[in-house]
């Protein structure tokens, strides 16, 4: 039962943290982000900080690993079909995580972005691989689908960097409908 409650304690105390710190990405460039700016916004004291995090940059790679972890799940639960709602409906939904996620966002247009994108591009890696070896394209061998995999995860990242330098102008409907169409018109002929 003690353990229970302290789990708990540190569960919201580390959630505190990790919010604050994307509240402040709303307010002052990653790179001036200090321990003083998120305990004073989460609410909580240094020392419970350094409970969580040994520093700025190790909070920052926490949050990256988040972010790809969640990622990593929206692309598990798609299951591409010859449909465009289905395709628009994922693609939607990735568009809204980047528009919510602060973090996500202010990485995609900044120049501290290559950690994060190094270590997306290497889990990416390993996700094309998987898919790979666990289909069985009819047309293509299977060099050829992993490099439209690829194709498919950088164009995608490359449209999501787009609209984020362009501070979300056009509205997540219509991104989500440039990605459908480039993966319907893509990918989607590729796989069959």
Known sequence: MNNEIQDERFNIAD???YDAFLLLLHEKDIDKITVSDVIKKAGVVRSTFYNHYENIPALVSAIEDK????IFSLMETFHPKNDRDICKSYFLAICNYTLTNS???????SPQ???FFEKA????????TDVTNTTSPTKHSKEEFSYMI???????????HK??????K?????IADILTQAFIGGMLPFMS
């Not at 972010?67 to 969640?70: A, G, P, V």
């Open 15 to 17: 959630e505190a943290i």
């Open 67 to 70: 972010t790809i972890h969640d």
């Open 103 to 109: 973090f996500l966002a202010n990485i995609l247009r």
């Open 113 to 115: 972005g290559n950690r």
């Open 121 to 128: 591009m290497t889990m990416f890696h390993q996700y094309v």
């Open 150 to 160: 690829a194709c498919t995860i950088g164009s995608s990242l490359g449209v999501l």
């Open 163 to 168: 609209w984020s330098v362009d501070n979300f």
């Open 170 to 174: 056009v509205s997540a409907e219509v």
